[in-house]
Protein backbone atom coordinates (compact mmCIF):
# COMPACT_ATOMS: atom_id res chain seq x y z
CA UNK A 1 0.00 0.00 0.00
CA UNK A 2 1.11 3.78 -1.17
CA UNK A 3 0.46 6.08 1.96
CA UNK A 4 1.37 10.06 1.35
CA UNK A 5 1.11 11.33 4.92
CA UNK A 6 1.79 15.02 6.12
CA UNK A 7 5.35 15.95 8.38
CA UNK A 8 4.77 14.21 11.78
CA UNK A 9 3.21 11.07 10.84
CA UNK A 10 4.53 7.82 12.48
CA UNK A 11 5.17 4.64 10.31
CA UNK A 12 5.74 1.36 11.32
CA UNK A 13 6.82 0.37 7.74
CA UNK A 14 9.95 1.74 5.60
CA UNK A 15 8.84 5.07 3.75
CA UNK A 16 10.68 7.78 1.86
CA UNK A 17 10.10 10.91 3.39
CA UNK A 18 10.76 14.37 1.91
CA UNK A 19 13.75 16.53 4.09
CA UNK A 20 13.43 19.80 2.09
CA UNK A 21 12.52 20.92 -0.61
CA UNK A 22 13.87 24.26 -1.37
CA UNK A 23 16.50 25.40 -4.17
CA UNK A 24 19.43 26.16 -3.20
CA UNK A 25 19.30 29.95 -2.52
CA UNK A 26 15.62 29.47 -0.75
CA UNK A 27 15.33 31.32 2.58
CA UNK A 28 12.21 29.73 3.57
CA UNK A 29 13.04 25.67 3.13
CA UNK A 30 15.76 23.28 3.67
CA UNK A 31 18.14 22.10 0.80
CA UNK A 32 16.18 19.61 -1.34
CA UNK A 33 16.90 16.01 -0.31
CA UNK A 34 15.17 12.88 1.25
CA UNK A 35 15.57 9.92 3.15
CA UNK A 36 14.23 6.32 3.44
CA UNK A 37 13.48 5.98 7.13
CA UNK A 38 13.05 2.52 8.56
CA UNK A 39 13.39 1.64 12.45
CA UNK A 40 17.42 1.05 12.09
CA UNK A 41 17.84 4.62 10.60
CA UNK A 42 17.67 7.06 7.77
CA UNK A 43 19.44 6.67 4.38
CA UNK A 44 19.80 9.98 3.09
CA UNK A 45 19.52 10.85 -0.70
CA UNK A 46 21.91 13.94 -0.51
CA UNK A 47 23.02 15.71 2.65
CA UNK A 48 23.15 19.77 1.58
CA UNK A 49 24.38 22.38 4.17
CA UNK A 50 21.30 22.51 5.86
CA UNK A 51 20.86 18.42 6.44
CA UNK A 52 21.32 19.03 10.60
CA UNK A 53 18.18 21.37 11.08
CA UNK A 54 16.50 19.23 8.79
CA UNK A 55 16.35 15.88 10.38
CA UNK A 56 15.78 16.83 13.49
CA UNK A 57 12.78 19.39 12.53
CA UNK A 58 11.09 16.67 10.52
CA UNK A 59 11.35 14.29 12.98
CA UNK A 60 14.39 11.93 11.94
CA UNK A 61 16.91 13.43 14.48
CA UNK A 62 20.39 14.41 13.35
CA UNK A 63 21.75 10.93 15.15
CA UNK A 64 19.88 8.76 13.87
CA UNK A 65 21.48 9.11 9.71
CA UNK A 66 22.20 5.25 8.91
CA UNK A 67 23.56 5.53 5.28
CA UNK A 68 24.03 8.51 3.07
CA UNK A 69 23.91 8.67 -1.15
CA UNK A 70 24.95 11.96 -2.91
CA UNK A 71 23.76 12.47 -6.45
CA UNK A 72 26.07 15.10 -7.64
CA UNK A 73 28.79 17.93 -5.91
CA UNK A 74 27.11 21.19 -5.27
CA UNK A 75 27.11 22.88 -1.90
CA UNK A 76 23.08 22.17 -1.24
CA UNK A 77 23.81 18.04 -1.70
CA UNK A 78 27.27 18.13 0.27
CA UNK A 79 28.27 20.41 2.52
CA UNK A 80 26.59 18.84 5.38
CA UNK A 81 28.70 16.01 5.07
CA UNK A 82 31.22 17.89 6.67
CA UNK A 83 29.24 18.36 10.16
CA UNK A 84 27.80 14.53 10.00
CA UNK A 85 31.59 13.40 9.11
CA UNK A 86 33.23 15.57 12.47
CA UNK A 87 30.04 14.55 14.43
CA UNK A 88 29.99 10.88 13.92
CA UNK A 89 33.36 10.55 13.93
CA UNK A 90 34.10 12.31 17.24
CA UNK A 91 30.78 12.51 19.22
CA UNK A 92 28.80 9.24 18.21
CA UNK A 93 32.08 7.26 17.46
CA UNK A 94 30.88 5.35 14.12
CA UNK A 95 31.20 5.63 10.42
CA UNK A 96 28.44 6.14 8.10
CA UNK A 97 28.18 4.61 4.95
CA UNK A 98 28.50 6.71 1.90
CA UNK A 99 27.29 5.37 -1.40
CA UNK A 100 28.66 7.20 -4.54
CA UNK A 101 30.14 6.78 -7.96
CA UNK A 102 33.47 6.49 -8.22
CA UNK A 103 33.34 9.45 -10.96
CA UNK A 104 32.62 11.78 -8.40
CA UNK A 105 35.01 11.08 -5.87
CA UNK A 106 37.64 13.00 -6.24
CA UNK A 107 35.88 16.25 -6.95
CA UNK A 108 33.67 15.39 -4.00
CA UNK A 109 37.49 14.98 -1.63
CA UNK A 110 39.89 16.78 -3.13
CA UNK A 111 38.23 19.50 -4.67
CA UNK A 112 35.44 19.77 -1.94
CA UNK A 113 35.99 18.36 1.43
CA UNK A 114 39.45 17.88 1.96
CA UNK A 115 40.08 22.28 2.48
CA UNK A 116 37.66 21.59 6.16
CA UNK A 117 38.49 18.20 6.49
CA UNK A 118 41.78 17.03 5.60
CA UNK A 119 43.48 17.69 8.93
CA UNK A 120 42.36 16.57 12.24
CA UNK A 121 43.83 16.11 15.59
CA UNK A 122 44.95 13.08 14.77
CA UNK A 123 46.94 14.00 11.33
CA UNK A 124 45.88 14.30 7.94
CA UNK A 125 42.59 12.68 6.90
CA UNK A 126 41.22 11.29 4.32
CA UNK A 127 37.35 10.70 3.05
CA UNK A 128 37.83 7.23 4.12
CA UNK A 129 38.65 7.95 8.10
CA UNK A 130 35.25 9.82 8.29
CA UNK A 131 32.98 7.43 6.08
CA UNK A 132 32.66 4.04 5.03
CA UNK A 133 32.50 5.11 1.53
CA UNK A 134 31.18 1.98 -0.61
CA UNK A 135 31.24 3.28 -4.42
CA UNK A 136 28.28 2.12 -6.60
CA UNK A 137 28.98 -0.48 -9.27
CA UNK A 138 26.87 -1.09 -12.14
CA UNK A 139 24.39 1.52 -11.46
CA UNK A 140 22.66 -0.53 -8.38
CA UNK A 141 22.69 -1.68 -4.98
CA UNK A 142 20.67 -2.53 -1.98
CA UNK A 143 20.65 -1.09 1.13
CA UNK A 144 19.02 -2.77 4.26
CA UNK A 145 16.52 -4.46 2.31
CA UNK A 146 15.64 -1.30 -0.37
CA UNK A 147 16.53 -1.52 -3.50
CA UNK A 148 18.22 1.04 -5.53
CA UNK A 149 18.60 1.82 -9.35
CA UNK A 150 21.20 4.45 -10.40
CA UNK A 151 21.23 6.64 -13.40
CA UNK A 152 22.90 9.33 -15.00
CA UNK A 153 20.96 12.81 -15.72
CA UNK A 154 21.84 16.32 -17.18
CA UNK A 155 23.16 19.15 -14.97
CA UNK A 156 25.84 21.24 -15.05
CA UNK A 157 27.82 20.22 -18.31
CA UNK A 158 30.87 18.31 -17.09
CA UNK A 159 29.60 17.78 -13.90
CA UNK A 160 28.73 13.96 -13.33
CA UNK A 161 25.06 14.01 -11.71
CA UNK A 162 23.09 10.74 -10.57
CA UNK A 163 19.18 10.37 -10.31
CA UNK A 164 18.12 7.39 -8.15
CA UNK A 165 15.33 4.76 -8.90
CA UNK A 166 14.35 3.05 -5.20
CA UNK A 167 12.32 0.07 -5.02
CA UNK A 168 10.71 0.42 -8.76
CA UNK A 169 8.38 3.06 -6.69
CA UNK A 170 9.91 6.43 -6.46
CA UNK A 171 11.82 7.77 -8.93
CA UNK A 172 14.11 10.66 -7.74
CA UNK A 173 15.94 12.42 -10.62
CA UNK A 174 18.18 15.03 -7.98
CA UNK A 175 19.35 18.43 -10.24
CA UNK A 176 18.64 17.66 -14.02
CA UNK A 177 17.13 19.21 -17.02
CA UNK A 178 14.36 17.37 -18.37
CA UNK A 179 14.91 13.88 -18.98
CA UNK A 180 11.88 12.78 -20.93
CA UNK A 181 13.77 9.54 -22.55
CA UNK A 182 14.82 8.44 -18.61
CA UNK A 183 11.62 9.20 -17.05
CA UNK A 184 9.65 7.09 -19.66
CA UNK A 185 12.17 4.71 -19.62
CA UNK A 186 11.24 3.20 -15.97
CA UNK A 187 8.32 2.02 -13.62
CA UNK A 188 7.44 4.19 -10.53
CA UNK A 189 4.59 5.49 -9.19
CA UNK A 190 5.89 8.88 -7.82
CA UNK A 191 8.17 10.96 -9.91
CA UNK A 192 10.48 13.42 -7.83
CA UNK A 193 12.04 15.92 -10.38
CA UNK A 194 13.13 18.82 -9.96
CA UNK A 195 12.31 22.07 -11.27
CA UNK A 196 13.05 25.51 -11.87
CA UNK A 197 10.02 28.07 -11.85
CA UNK A 198 11.70 30.49 -13.75
CA UNK A 199 12.55 30.44 -17.67
CA UNK A 200 16.31 30.60 -18.65
CA UNK A 201 17.35 28.50 -16.18
CA UNK A 202 20.82 26.44 -18.16
CA UNK A 203 21.20 23.64 -15.40
CA UNK A 204 17.57 22.94 -13.96
CA UNK A 205 14.46 21.39 -15.60
CA UNK A 206 12.23 25.02 -16.91
CA UNK A 207 8.62 24.52 -15.93
CA UNK A 208 7.76 24.81 -19.45
CA UNK A 209 10.19 21.59 -20.46
CA UNK A 210 8.48 19.46 -18.11
CA UNK A 211 4.94 20.59 -19.45
CA UNK A 212 5.98 18.46 -22.83
CA UNK A 213 6.41 15.30 -21.24
CA UNK A 214 3.68 12.83 -21.33
CA UNK A 215 0.00 13.53 -19.73
CA UNK A 216 0.64 10.07 -17.88
CA UNK A 217 4.27 11.15 -16.71
CA UNK A 218 3.16 14.49 -15.45
CA UNK A 219 0.39 12.83 -13.43
CA UNK A 220 2.87 11.46 -11.45
CA UNK A 221 5.26 14.03 -10.71
CA UNK A 222 5.91 16.01 -7.54
CA UNK A 223 8.19 18.95 -8.31
CA UNK A 224 11.13 19.65 -5.99
CA UNK A 225 13.95 22.08 -5.82
CA UNK A 226 11.39 25.36 -6.38
CA UNK A 227 12.03 28.97 -4.90
CA UNK A 228 10.19 30.80 -2.16
CA UNK A 229 7.66 32.07 -4.54
CA UNK A 230 6.45 28.45 -5.28
CA UNK A 231 2.88 29.61 -4.64
CA UNK A 232 2.99 32.00 -7.44
CA UNK A 233 2.70 29.01 -9.43
CA UNK A 234 0.59 26.60 -7.77
CA UNK A 235 -2.11 26.54 -9.95
CA UNK A 236 -0.36 25.87 -13.28
CA UNK A 237 1.62 23.09 -11.26
CA UNK A 238 -1.74 21.31 -9.78
CA UNK A 239 -3.27 21.34 -12.97
CA UNK A 240 -0.73 19.80 -15.09
CA UNK A 241 1.40 17.94 -12.68
CA UNK A 242 0.60 15.87 -9.24
CA UNK A 243 2.18 19.17 -7.64
CA UNK A 244 4.58 20.42 -5.65
CA UNK A 245 6.72 18.16 -3.49
CA UNK A 246 6.37 19.46 0.06
CA UNK A 247 8.86 19.12 3.34
CA UNK A 248 7.64 16.34 5.60
CA UNK A 249 5.52 14.20 3.29
CA UNK A 250 6.38 10.22 3.30
CA UNK A 251 5.34 7.72 0.98
CA UNK A 252 4.86 4.13 2.56
CA UNK A 253 7.27 1.80 0.69
Not at 142 to 148: A, D, I, K
Not at 155 to 175: E, F, S
Request: aromatic share 14%.
Amino acid sequence: MIVIASEGTKFMDVVFKMVGTGSSDSDTMFNTGAAIVSASGAFLIDCGFTIKSALNTCGIGFDNISGIFISHVHGDHVFGLERVGYEYLFRLQRKVPLYLKREIYDELWHQTLKGSMGRIGEGDATLEDFFDVRFIEQNQFSFEGVNYEVFEVAHTPGKPCYGICINKKILYTADTLAIPDIVKQYDYDFCFHDVSLHEGNPVHANLSSLLDYPDNVKQKILLMSYGDDWLSFEGVVTEHFMGFAKQGMSIEL
